[in-house]
């Protein structure tokens, strides 16, 4: 069992960044890929980014080249920087662990943290 921990969600303006950390609450973090989803209010949880074990990452189209995934296994932490958001980046903010390396699905993670809120206003 992975208890996976979301901060550094707040409220910014259209442009601004921010950095969102997931942090696992033991040393396994390591042996899982990791995603990062989204729910914006009225809509369904979406795919944003992953880094498997290895370090590989994908990222959703509309992501643009504004976010950066990455992580650091030796702190079992995943990071998310988002640069210049949007007003349509708002949603809640999920991290989840999962044993597939190559699935975007929610379905497929195994662990999911409680969420962290981004709030872009214009």
Known sequence: QVHLVESGGGLVQAGDSLTLSCAASDNTLSQYAVGWFRQAPGKEREFVTK???LGTTY???FVEGRFTISRDNAKNAVYLQMDNLKIED??????????RNWTSRPGDYDYWGQGTRVTVSS
Do not use: L, P
Request: proline share 0%; glycine share 0%.
């Open 51 to 53: 880094i498997t074990r």
């Open 59 to 61: 990222y959703e189209d």
């Open 90 to 99: 708002t949603a809640v903010y999920y991290c989840a662990a999962t044993t």
